[in-house]
């Protein structure tokens, strides 16, 4: 694998099989690669910063976390228990946690609002559920993960593509995923 470092003027090339860093800056930058599954999916940066790593993207999955969906009838056939409909948007829903989603016609889709999710019933399109490890959440996005993740409590991707942006945030206590965040430049109401 072919690693690009850069720790503020310094650059460095390395040809590795396993990726050992030790954190001395505020931050790394890296070229990974970002998969869905064990297929590759697209070339991302990725930084860490404190207790955040990040992984920005233009993988068009991030955009559709709970699945590419046609209308409100083809979620909720995916989503039963947690489906419902109110002032012309699509919610999943279990206890505080939500998924707010809306009809999207220029895509003929189901588009992403908002969601904070803390309840383990309510899993993504590639698997990610409350409960899990931060190794498997993580090889959820990275064909081989990097050493010395310990001091991670957040992991942080970002899609960009044109003006569209979103953000999750995934969140960790003692290496497991307690709750995230799913955000969008949406100028809609998110809760």
């Not at 850069?6 to 790394?28: H, Y």
């Not at 690669?33 to 920005?56: A, E, P």
Request: with cysteine; net charge positive.
């Amino acid at each position: 694998m072919d690693i690009f470092i850069k720790k503020l003027d310094v650059v460095a090339i390395t040809k590795v099989d396993r990726v050992v860093i030790k954190l001395i800056g505020t931050i790394l930058v890296l070229n990974v690669t970002l998969v869905f599954g064990q297929v590759t999916k697209d070339q991302v940066d990725y930084r860490i910063s404190h207790d955040t790593l990040t992984l920005v993207s233009s993988w068009s999955a991030l955009n559709y976390p709970f699945g590419t969906f046609k209308n409100y009838e083809h979620l909720k056939s995916y989503y039963p228990e947690f489906c419902s409909k109110k002032d012309g948007f699509y919610y999943l829903r279990d206890g505080d946690s939500y998924a707010k989603l809306f009809r999207d016609d220029r895509t003929e889709s189901v588009g992403l609002v908002y969601a904070k999710i803390h309840s383990p019933k309510i899993k993504t399109s590639n698997g990610i559920i409350i409960g899990m490890s931060k190794k498997d959440v993580l090889s959820k996005f990275l064909t081989s993960l990097p050493d010395h993740l310990d001091a991670v409590n957040v992991l942080r991707l970002e899609f960009r593509r044109g003006q569209v942006g979103i953000w999750h945030y995934y969140k960790f206590k003692n290496d497991v995923l307690t709750s995230f965040v799913l955000d969008t430049d949406s100028q809609q109401y998110k809760n």
